[in-house]
């Protein structure tokens, strides 16, 4: 039995991961926390990680990047591998999250499905083959979402960035002056009502358009996804992983 740790285990993802883990027969949910813990009756809910008097042998976390120190001293004091599934962080605590991995074992993605991560190979291919198509990225999600654009379209603009690196982000284009220039990929984020998340990834060139787009159509794809890579994630040394390294 793996005990599992959940950070934000009250939002809207920490409520579906703590259902998807507690009917995972492999898994057993040690504890959560939250800012706000309400006393549920079926596991301990703490307010700040640094509270937590419990061992686990893997934390996953979906809370909001605020929560990034505590949660990587936490894991650096217990030697406990940490999925983060957390987006919105700046190039600091992005910087943060890989000097910690030197110390423990860190699966780090802003897509937990596998259809996205299928998406994001397929993105570098097309962007090797439509030579000066003019790439733009669009992602929709939720009204309640805090961060844009989304942590996955920055992935997919850095997999096309990997084989176009002179490519500057232009996010949501906008006024008088906002014409396109050739080495630049709009990133365009869209919010409303309850849309779980969508990527659209379209190369538009002379007289033709080719659409790349990944629908997601519940959250438990990405409550799965953090479950598998928790799994994969404990038998790891320290180091920095991502799907890539679990699906090859
Ligand atoms: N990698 C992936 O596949 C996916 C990643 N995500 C990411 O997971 C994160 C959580 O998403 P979601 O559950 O929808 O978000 P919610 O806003 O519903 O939940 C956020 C959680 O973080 C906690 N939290 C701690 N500090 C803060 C703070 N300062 N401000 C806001 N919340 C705080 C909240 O605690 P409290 O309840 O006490 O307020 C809550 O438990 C987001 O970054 C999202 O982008 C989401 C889906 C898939
Ligand atoms: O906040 C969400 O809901 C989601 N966030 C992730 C992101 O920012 O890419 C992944 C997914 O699209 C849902």
């Known amino acids: 039995m793996l005990k599992v740790i959940i950070n934000g285990c009250l939002g809207k993802m920490g409520k579906v991961l703590t259902r998807c883990v507690q009917e995972?027969?492999?898994l057993k949910l040690v504890c959560g926390?939250?800012?706000n813990p309400i006393n549920n009756g079926s596991f301990d809910i703490y307010p700040k990680m640094n509270d937590i008097n419990e061992g686990a042998d893997v934390i996953i976390d979906f809370s909001h990047h605020s929560t990034l120190n505590d949660v990587l001293t936490?894991?650096?004091?217990?030697?406990?591998?940490?999925v983060i599934a957390t987006t919105g962080y700046n190039e600091d605590e992005l910087?943060?999250?890989?000097?910690?991995s030197k110390i423990i074992p860190i699966f780090h993605s802003s897509n937990?499905?596998?259809?996205?991560?299928?998406?994001?190979?397929?993105?570098?291919?097309a962007t090797k083959m439509l030579n000066n198509f003019d790439i733009e990225v669009i992602e929709k999600h939720h009204n309640k979402k805090v961060d844009a654009p989304s942590g996955t379209a920055?992935?997919?603009?850095?997999?096309?960035?990997?084989?176009?690196?002179?490519?500057e982000y232009n996010y949501?284009?906008?006024g008088r002056k906002a014409k396109r220039s050739e080495n630049e990929i709009g990133i365009h984020a869209i919010r409303g009502g309850t849309i779980v998340g969508e990527h659209d990834v379209i190369y538009a060139g002379h007289d033709e358009v080719v659409e790349l787009k990944h629908i997601a159509q519940s959250k438990d794809i990405f409550a799965k996804g953090s479950i598998t890579a928790a799994k994969y994630l404990?038998?790891?040394?320290?180091?920095?992983?991502?799907?890539?390294?679990m699906l090859s």
């Open 24 to 26: 995972d027969e492999d």
């Open 33 to 35: 926390v939250s800012q």
């Open 74 to 82: 936490f894991a650096i004091k217990t030697k406990t591998p940490l």
């Open 95 to 100: 910087n943060k999250i890989k000097e910690a």
């Open 112 to 125: 937990m499905s596998l259809g996205v991560n299928v998406l994001l190979k397929l993105v570098k291919e």
């Open 154 to 167: 920055i992935m997919i603009a850095n997999a096309a960035k990997d084989v176009l690196p002179n490519v």
């Open 172 to 174: 949501g284009r906008y």
């Open 234 to 245: 404990v038998n790891q040394i320290p180091g920095y992983y991502n799907m890539d390294n």
